[in-house]
């Protein structure tokens, strides 16, 4: 039986199920901002080293890297942390974004602009490494199936099969420890096993919370194997999901707050979570999650939240060709 701390991807590496997001900014509209703010990880990410977070979910896109980096360093060059206590991902080839996000162009990119897609992943992950300052990374995931407007399924599936070869290429010496997927449909699963059957995703990360669920997936990723990682796992704070009565009322019960419970359902679903948050009350309580148990009731109940068409904050993989 799981102790539900870890997920045990391949022989040799496991996977913690509790990472902290390294997203910072707004794509929900909240505020007239659409975009990331990494400047916010610098007393974010510091925090939640202090408070005892050492898997970090990072991404080439989010302009953190960076920051996570100099802030390892630190701790380093103190003695206070050692590279093999960490677990670190990143994620590769993001596509170009629309016009009213603020999203780096030098960060993103769409297969069909790009005139070599394996030598553009090469040295977006030799700059992730760069940044990171890290010999090498635990989990490279690829970002996104591919361009939100493209309609061209050949050059789509092409464009995936090049990406996940090259990043056979960085599993192969040792720079990443694993590779997987994310916002992968079951289609776009499916694809990638008959055109790239060599190696199988060890993740798909897609956006997972109590009102965006997708059965379909959730029971394809388990009958292969694939570890399921939830992100956004708090909807990004939208929809007034962790003011959602059924919730509320499931924490009172285990006198917890609503993201423990929401955090727990994740873990005893069998899925590794992504919290972000700038508070460190909330970093303390988003990792103390085994004092107390969902029973079936429970997690039924929370299941039941999300049946209907999922509320997402993202966009919807199954559009992507
Ligand atoms: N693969 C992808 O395409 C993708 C897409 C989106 C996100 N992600 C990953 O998922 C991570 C998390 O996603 P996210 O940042 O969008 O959203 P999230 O973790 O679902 O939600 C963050 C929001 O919840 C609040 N919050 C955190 N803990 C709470 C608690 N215990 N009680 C009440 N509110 C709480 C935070 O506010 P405060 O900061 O004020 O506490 C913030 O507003 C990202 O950082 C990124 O690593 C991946």
Redesign the pocket.
């Known amino acids: 039986m799981s102790d539900l701390k870890t997920i045990q991807l391949t022989d040799d590496v496991c996977m913690p199920t509790n990472?902290f997001?390294?997203?910072?900014g707004d794509?929900?509209g909240k505020t007239d901002f659409q975009g990331f703010r990494p400047e916010l990880a610098w007393e974010?990410l510091s925090l939640a080293l202090d408070n005892g977070y050492r898997a970090f979910?990072?991404?080439h896109v989010?302009g953190t890297e960076a920051i996570l980096g100099a802030l390892l360093g630190q701790r380093f060059a103190r003695g206070e942390l050692k590279r093999e206590e960490l677990f670190v991902t990143t994620?590769l080839a993001h596509p170009a974004a629309p016009p009213h996000v603020n999203l780096s162009h030098l960060r993103t990119w769409d297969a069909d602009a790009v005139e070599d897609v394996a030598q553009r992943v090469r040295d977006d992950f030799a700059k992730s490494l760069d940044e990171l300052h890290l010999g090498y990374v635990d989990l490279t995931?690829i970002?996104?199936p591919g361009p939100f407007a493209n309609q061209d399924l050949a050059l789509a599936r092409q464009a995936r099969k090049t990406i996940w070869e090259t990043f056979g290429e960085f599993l192969e010496r040792g720079a990443t420890r694993a590779i997987g997927v994310?916002?992968f449909s079951v289609a776009h699963l499916q694809q990638l096993a008959e055109d790239a059957p060599g190696i199988k995703p060890a993740v798909n990360?897609?956006?997972l919370?109590p009102y965006c669920r997708d059965p379909e997936l959730e029971a394809y990723c388990r009958e292969q194997e694939i570890a399921l990682v939830a992100?956004?796992?708090?909807?990004?704070?939208a929809f007034g999901m962790?003011q959602d009565p059924v919730l509320s009322e499931i924490a009172a019960a285990h006198g917890v707050?609503?993201?423990?419970v929401v955090l727990r359902w994740h873990l005893q679903s069998g899925r590794a979570a992504?919290?972000?948050?700038?508070?460190a009350s909330?970093m303390r309580?988003?990792q103390d999650l085994f004092g107390f148990a969902l029973d079936d009731a429970q997690l039924a109940a929370i299941d039941g939240l999300g049946a209907g068409e999922p509320r997402r904050?993202?966009p919807d993989p199954r559009e992507i060709v």
Do not use: I, M
């Open positions: 990472h997001g390294c997203a910072f794509w929900v974010a979910d990072g991404a989010y994620k995931l970002h996104w994310s916002n990360q897609v956006e919370h992100y956004a796992p708090f909807a990004s704070g962790l707050g609503v993201g423990q992504l919290p972000k948050t700038s508070k909330r309580s988003n904050t993202c």
